[in-house]
T-cell receptor, first 113, second 110 residues
Framework: AQSVTQLDSQVPVFEEAPVELRCNYSSSVSVYLFWYVQYPNQGLQLLLKYLSGSTLVESINGFEAEFNKSQTSFHLRKPSVHISDTAEYFC???????????FGAGTTVTVRA | DVKVTQSSRYLVKRTGEKVFLECVQDMDHENMFWYRQDPGLGLRLIYFSYDVKMKEKGDIPEGYSVSREKKERFSLILESASTNQTSMYLCAGGSNQPQHFGDGTRLSIL
């Protein structure tokens, strides 16, 4: 099974500052990568995904992530955060032909004014 | 709007009880999943189902079973609840990997 490491458990950040959440996974031949967001007292929502093609993927609310095969990483970035981005973020990976996702431990982002 | 609905947001049960957690989806997804979420551990897969009456063990199936008699409903069963099963339980549905999650059931076993 894949293992996923989110390098930061807590990331405090000021409003309008940039943020980067780091994610590394154990190498495999072919992987699909995901970021999910969990707002307080809610389930997870899919934020963005990499399946194939361009290594840079974007979400509708300004987040982007870049797949780096050589470094087995899929870091999530946003150039300017809002208070409403306060949430827990999970990186996840699955291999081709497998429905099961392996999740990282999560990174809690707290945005302060 | 897509819905994955879990029957209870909060549940308190006693050690040794048989506990049922219910999940219903309205997206006609083939696959449904049960995860438990614990601080510092992320989400861990308990069971998933890829079709009616079909199931496969996840990473931590011990102490749990599941039932999928209809496509839209996927139940998680704690055969004899124990205190180490106190956790947040999340149900999800998807065509491949989990796409839509319920809001979770916070289960406390006393």
């Amino acid at each position: 099974a894949q293992s996923v490491t989110q390098l930061d458990s807590q990331v405090p950040v000021f409003e309008e500052a940039p943020v980067e959440l780091r994610c590394n996974y154990s190498s495999s031949v072919s992987v699909y990568l995901f970021w999910y967001v969990q707002y307080p007292n809610q389930g997870l929502q899919l934020l963005l995904k990499y399946l194939s093609g361009s290594t840079l993927v974007e979400s509708i609310n300004g987040f982007e992530a870049e797949f780096n095969k050589s470094q087995t990483s899929f870091h999530l970035r946003k150039p300017s955060v809002h208070i409403s981005d306060t949430a827990e973020y999970f990186c996840a990976v699955r291999t081709s032909g497998d429905y099961k996702l392996s999740f990282g431990a999560g990174t809690t982002v707290t945005v302060r004014a | 709007d897509v819905k994955v609905t879990q029957s209870s947001r909060y549940l308190v049960k006693r050690t040794g009880e048989k506990v049922f957690l219910e999940c219903v989806q309205d997206m006609d997804h083939e696959n449904m999943f049960w995860y438990r979420q614990d601080p510092g551990l992320g989400l861990r897969l308990i069971y998933f189902s890829y079709d009616v009456k079909m199931k496969e063990k996840g990473d931590i199936p011990e102490g749990y079973s599941v039932s999928r008699e209809k496509k839209e409903r996927f139940s998680l069963i704690l055969e004899s609840a124990s205190t180490n099963q106190t956790s947040m339980y999340l149900c999800a549905g998807g065509s491949n990997q989990p796409q839509h999650f319920g809001d979770g059931t916070r289960l406390s076993i006393l």
